[in-house]
């Protein structure tokens, strides 16, 4: 005979601490305060790594005010369970693959009811003690090329960089780990080919090389791919004055530029079509890891029909951008899933730093692709804003019109 099922309270803090130990805990919130206090309106709870240890950071959010306090993560846990469902009477877990929600009626009967996850994984820097996954050996590149300074501080103007490079290397290890033993992950018997479309001056190119060198512990060949040659020049020098002999950069289109094999693409930020250029190259590759932080989505805007109902407010041109952009993701991440990819849409970093916040995962399945309910998926959205041509559906032979 099978266990009984724990009542819904009981299996919201076991699903809640084990999401905390797991390392999946992206926040837990908890509201419709019942406590004695008539100013609390919310308890928020994220993980945090403090001093090296993991943490959980609370905040009391008061009608003006909020209260926070770190708590070692077993202290933590043991605070909430007195909590849930006496002192608050609605709770919500968010992990990246589920959002877990305990909600009690009038008559006080609680419920559990599951939903889609956040998809990004938690965020667990701290403002002040900032856990990093890029090693110390980061810092002679972090310097070099003017992120930081000789005492390792970050400079004025770059601090919104120095965060997206340390997420980018959470959401980087979140997937290289994620997949470790799956079909499909990442080979082991050769070095991991890396490939950075459109990289700049190189930040997430370092940082990729750094990751897989010093914390994933994977032999890994990186190359940043770029179109300027003043910026290649400056990366290749600063990654042979490095010592780093599987990092090079080479002049070239994302289009066209030559790749050996091709396990990871990035490409962060590459203006407009250049994302659907890449990701291409990455499909086509057979790249097993696909990150891209598209931007400046101007090819569907001329030829975007307005939906019905939608006509009048679509008059508006913020808001013909604004669905401009998510009609240009949304396809992409509709027609990766038709090519095999399992993807996940979110916001790298928060809009307070950065307004191209957006980012696409993919991560390439060993399940069934290019089946008729993806394409018909991909055709319903483009169908209803008239769309039919689309540079990655072009790109993978897609038939949209
Ligand atoms: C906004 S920067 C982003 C740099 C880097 N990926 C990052 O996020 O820090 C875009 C870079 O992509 C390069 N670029 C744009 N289109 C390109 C293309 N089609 N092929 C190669 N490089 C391209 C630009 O020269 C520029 O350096």
């Given amino acids: 005979m099978s266990p009984d099922p724990l009542p819904p309270p009981e299996a919201f803090l076991a699903a809640v601490a084990a999401a905390a130990r797991e390392g999946r805990l992206v926040k837990l919130t908890l509201g419709k305060p019942r406590g004695v206090d008539p100013t609390l309106r919310q308890l928020l709870v994220r993980p945090v ?29 043991r605070r909430l369970a007195p909590l849930v469902g ?13 959002v877990l929600q305990l909600e009690y009626n009038r008559r006080g009967a609680p419920r559990l009811t599951r939903g889609p996850g956040t998809g990004a994984p938690p965020d667990t820097a701290h403002d002040r003690a900032k856990r990093r996954l890029l090693p110390a050996a980061s810092q002679d590149w972090l310097q070099r090329l003017g992120v930081t300074t000789p005492s390792g501080a970050v400079r004025e103007g770059l601090a919104d960089k120095h965060r997206q490079i340390h997420r980018f290397v959470e959401i980087l290890h979140h997937l290289v780990s994620a997949g470790a033993g799956a079909a499909d992950a990442l080979p082991t018997h050769r070095p991991v080919e890396v490939a950075d479309m ?33 910026l290649v020049a400056q990366c290749q020098q600063a990654a042979a004055e490095t010592g ?9 289109t994302i289009a066209s530029a030559s790749l050996p094999a ?11 079509t250049a994302t659907d250029d890449a990701l291409a190259r990455g499909v086509q590759a057979g790249a097993a890891l696909l990150l891209v932080a598209p931007c400046c989505q101007h090819e569907l805007r001329a030829g975007l029909q307005a939906p ?11 808001f013909q951008e604004r669905h401009a952009e998510f009609v240009t993701d949304a396809l992409r991440a509709l027609l990766l899933e038709w090519a095999g990819y399992d993807t996940k849409v979110f916001e790298f970093i ?3 730093h950065t307004a191209k916040n957006l980012m696409i995962t993919a991560r390439r399945r060993s399940g ?13 959205l483009a169908s209803a804003y008239g769309i039919r041509t689309h540079t990655l559906a072009r790109h993978l032979t897609f038939p949209l019109a």
């Fill in 198 to 230: 459109g990289c700049g001056k190189g930040y997430l190119t370092f940082a990729a090389h750094d990751y897989f060198r010093h914390v994933a512990g994977r032999p890994a060949r990186v190359r940043g791919i770029e179109a300027r040659p003043d």
């Fill in 262 to 272: 091709l396990d990871v693409l990035v490409a962060l930020h590459a203006c407009d």
């Fill in 368 to 380: 069934p692709a290019r089946t008729e309910a993806a394409a018909q998926d991909v055709r319903a």
């Fill in 350 to 352: 928060s809009t307070e």
């Fill in 244 to 252: 780093r002999d599987q990092l090079t950069f080479a002049e070239g």
């Fill in 49 to 77: 790594r403090l001093r090296g240890a993991d943490q959980l950071t609370f905040v009391w959010r008061h009608e003006r005010r909020d209260v926070t306090k770190n708590l070692p993560l077993a202290e933590g846990l």
């Fill in 86 to 98: 006496a002192e608050f009477h609605s709770g919500h877990l968010f992990t990246p693959e589920f």
């Fill in 308 to 318: 019905p109902g939608l006509g009048a407010a679509l008059r508006h041109g913020i």
